[in-house]
């Protein structure tokens, strides 16, 4: 066997075999490559939507913090109008029981926002 690779035909064939060998080595490598390239340009597209996603999450939070501390105030002052009007309707009453409201008193529960 070893005379077969020896002679001119063998060593023709030994280096097609080598030759077919690199290719095949050199296609492999350079398709997985490719892969490798495609896999890391898709990897780095959903980082950049996870980006977005998360910069559009962030505002939401920030708005919606505004929108509760704004609510916050407006009850608390809305409280100290009824509170207030409570205190100040608290003893009128007609000679039938019933409370009397007057121009006033309507003005101040149109402040309650």
Do not use: Y
């Amino acid at each position: 066997m070893i005379g077969f690779f020896a002679s001119p035909a063998g060593r023709a064939i030994a280096l097609a075999i080598g030759l077919l060998a690199s290719h095949w080595w050199a296609f492999t490598k350079g398709e997985s490559s490719a892969a490798n390239r495609a896999l890391v340009a898709d990897l780095r597209q959903q980082i950049a939507q996870k980006d977005i996603d998360l910069k559009a999450a962030q505002h939401v939070a920030d708005v919606s913090a505004k929108a509760a501390a704004e609510s916050a105030r407006i009850a608390a002052s809305n409280q100290k109008i009824i509170e207030e009007f409570r205190n100040a309707v608290a003893g009128r009453k007609g000679k039938d029981g019933a409370c009397r409201l007057g121009a006033d008193d309507i003005r101040r529960l149109q402040r309650i926002e």
